[in-house]
Nanobody
Framework: QVQLVESGGGLVQAGGSLRLSCAAS??????VAWFRQAPGKEREFVSG????????WYADSVKGRFTVSRDNAKNTAYLQMNSLKPEDTALYYC?????????????????WGQGTQVTVSS
């Protein structure tokens, strides 16, 4: 199992930016993804990245505003969030897969961080 720790959340005004970090340790992994969950809503996929090839994919709701990346030397994934909207408010989670499955289903990810809160004011 991979150990994951998210950081970088906070309170920002609409239109502002935040960068989330996901520090990984432990076993190796092939895919890292970001999910988010707002009160009363299902946990939803945000963005994913394949570690070796650095290929990425995004939810339609964040495409063009968010960018996922990784620093292989630091074993850390990032989520740069620009043009934030109040509807982006949620608890953001980092998740990992040992094998290169990818996808958008949270049930396919076996390792999870504890989450970092992002709140966007109107």
């Amino acid at each position: 199992q991979v150990q994951l720790v998210e950081s970088g959340g906070g309170l920002v005004q609409a239109g502002g930016s935040l960068r989330l970090s996901c520090a990984a340790s432990g076993r190796t992994f092939s895919t890292v993804a970001w999910f988010r969950q707002a009160p009363g809503k299902e946990r939803e996929f945000v963005s994913g990245i394949r570690w070796s090839a650095s290929s990425t994919w995004y939810a339609d709701s964040v495409k063009g505003r968010f960018t996922v990346s990784r620093d292989n030397a630091k074993n850390t994934a990032y989520l740069q969030m620009n043009s934030l909207k109040p509807e982006d408010t949620a608890l953001y989670y980092c998740a990992a897969q040992k094998y290169n499955i990818g996808g958008r289903n949270p049930k396919d990810f076996g390792s999870w961080g504890q989450g970092t809160q992002v709140t966007v004011s109107s």
